[in-house]
């Protein structure tokens, strides 16, 4: 691991003098924003920014506003000292880690709302959620003017809702969906999994092999309505205690399919809860 962490910069301000100067030097920028806690996905997302720029920014914010009053915002892992040292390590440029003062200051009134897209799924199971990640993205792409900005597969609808928002608003930028990093039993990987204890990790990969067996019935030609069912079965066999959802929508638009077979492209996604930890997974069928 490099020992020189990036540089940090707090404000809207500085963000954009330090961006500002390497757009006026012909250099492009690549964004990814986080909320920290990172990992192996979160530095396969800074690599895909680094090989489409020359200059990686990333931002670390824990954004109150999507998360519900009873989620763990508070409970968040947090700790900036380890996500510098391992941004150095990808050849991060800049971090960007403002305050939630600094985000949303007094008078903050706006919020970016995405229908369609961001409705069902996470959107039925939080609500509020994505007006919350909108609006914070759309704010933190405008602050810093990338010219590509990378989310990760892993939260699908969100990549969604941020393709949806960023063309419907004009803002000139391309995101880029980055693939699922995956542990060597199937988890994706997420900065929640800190949650798990011991005994639970081997039911949360229940999640992947689910959706994997999902995936292998609906390609043999089973109905969506029966993958969709089984899945849930499955994981309330494991020991998840609530199901969210397992649903196979349209990979593009999350259009509703089934009840019978399907034609791709297609994606299988997953959402239920073990202990106290949410977890989220999908796959393209
Ligand atoms: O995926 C995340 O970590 C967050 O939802 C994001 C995109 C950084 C917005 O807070």
């Not at 961006?19 to 030097?25: E, H, M, N, Y």
Request: net charge neutral; glycine share 8%; charged share 20%.
């Amino acid at each position: 691991m490099s020992s020189t962490s990036p540089p940090i910069v707090r404000t809207v301000a500085e963000l954009r003098a330090r961006v500002g100067a390497w757009r006026a030097a012909g250099e492009r920028v690549g964004f990814t924003p986080t909320m920290g806690a990172l990992h192996e996905g979160h530095l396969s997302l800074v690599r895909l920014a680094k090989a489409k720029a020359a200059r990686a920014v990333v931002s670390i914010f824990v954004n109150p506003t999507q998360f519900a009053p009873h989620e763990d915002f508070a409970a968040y892992p947090r700790n900036e000292a380890r996500d510098a040292e391992l941004l150095a390590s990808v050849g991060c440029d800049l971090i960007y880690a403002p305050t939630a003062a600094e985000m949303y200051p007094p008078g903050f009134a706006t919020t970016v709302t995405v229908a369609g897209v961001s409705e069902p799924l996470d959107g039925a199971a939080r609500p509020g959620h994505f007006a919350g990640v909108a609006t914070v993205v759309t704010k933190l792409i405008l602050q810093c003017g990338p010219d590509v900005a990378v989310f990760g597969e892993k939260d699908y609808q969100q990549l969604l809702v941020i393709r949806r928002l960023v063309a419907d608003l004009d803002i000139p930028v391309e995101i880029l969906g980055a693939p699922i990093a995956r542990a060597s039993d199937g988890v994706a990987l997420s900065s929640r999994n800190a949650y798990l204890t011991e005994a639970e990790r081997p039911i949360a990969a229940e999640l992947h092999g689910a959706l994997a067996a999902a995936v292998e019935a609906l390609r043999a030609g089973r109905p969506v309505a029966e993958a969709e069912v089984r899945a849930a079965a499955r994981l309330s066999a494991a020991g998840f205690a609530r199901v969210d959802y397992v649903e196979v929508r349209g990979a593009g638009d999350l259009a509703r399919l089934g009840p019978g077979p399907i034609r791709p492209p297609a994606r299988v996604l997953g959402a239920a809860v073990l202990g106290k930890t949410r977890l989220i997974d999908n796959l393209a069928v």
